[in-house]
T-cell receptor, first 111, second 114 residues
Framework: LAKTTQPISMDSYEGQEVNITCSHNNIATNDYITWYQQFPSQGPRFIIQGYKTKVTNEVASLFIPADRKSSTLSLPRVSLSDTAVYYC????????????FGTGTQLKVEL | DTEVTQTPKHLVMGMTNKKSLKCEQH?????MYWYKQKAKKPPELMFVYSYEKLSINESVPSRFSPECPNSSLLNLHLHALQPEDSALYLCASSQASGGRETQYFGPGTRLLVL
């Protein structure tokens, strides 16, 4: 399984765009990049998933360069309620849908 | 309905007790998972059930015993636990376990072993 590296913590202010970058140098051809969000004392929640280029949904955008060795989760105009831990995962297409969570990024949004 | 429910929300047990955690989903998902999460750490996979059969056991000690009575229910039976087993136990489900399906997590059961 490809190992991921992301910043341990980030601080932002309400209304700003936040970009969290994740490194996954040994990503395999069939692997997808997936991001989950977790609030304290809750289970993780799926945010977005992509294979290459750009994916956008109502919550976030995911940018993946051509070499796929990194990815960036972009949260537009964050609010206090976006304060959470964000996990970047590399998920193989096969293999039992095992999710291996890395250390995650603690995002703190302030007024 | 994209909800996974877990009961109880909190559980305190002694090292000689036997207790069970329960997880339920009604999304028609055929894969269900147990994770363990210690404070300020990421979730760690314990077990995967696929079509009601245990498909992955991540070398979990036998004092944790999973059970999948039907496609909607997942139990985790606990016996002779140690204080270091205190953690948040998360259940999740997905459409299948072939790979990269979105997992839907429950709110967890916070377990304290005395």
């Amino acid at each position: 399984l490809a190992k991921t590296t992301q910043p341990i913590s980030m601080d932002s202010y309400e209304g700003q765009e936040v970009n969290i970058t994740c490194s996954h140098n040994n990503i395999a051809t069939n692997d997808y990049i997936t991001w989950y969000q977790q609030f304290p004392s809750q289970g993780p929640r799926f945010i977005i998933q992509g294979y290459k280029t750009k994916v956008t949904n109502e919550v976030a955008s995911l940018f993946i360069p051509a070499d796929r060795k990194s990815s960036t989760l972009s949260l537009p105009r964050v609010s206090l309620s976006d304060t959470a831990v964000y996990y970047c995962l590399v998920v193989p297409t096969g293999g039992g849908n095992k999710l291996t969570f890395g250390t995650g990024t603690q995002l703190k949004v302030e007024l | 309905d994209t909800e996974v429910t877990q009961t109880p929300k909190h559980l305190v047990m002694g090292m000689t007790n036997k207790k069970s955690l329960k997880c339920e989903q009604h999304m028609g998902h055929r894969a269900m998972y147990w994770y363990k999460q210690k404070a300020k750490k990421p979730p760690e996979l314990m077990f995967v059930y696929s079509y009601e059969k245990l498909s992955i056991n991540e070398s979990v000690p036998s004092r944790f015993s999973p059970e999948c009575p039907n496609s909607s229910l997942l139990n985790l039976h606990l016996h002779a636990l140690q204080p270091e087993d205190s953690a948040l136990y998360l259940c999740a489900s997905s459409q299948a376990s072939g790979g990269r399906e979105t997992q839907y997590f429950g709110p967890g059961t916070r377990l304290l072993v005395l």
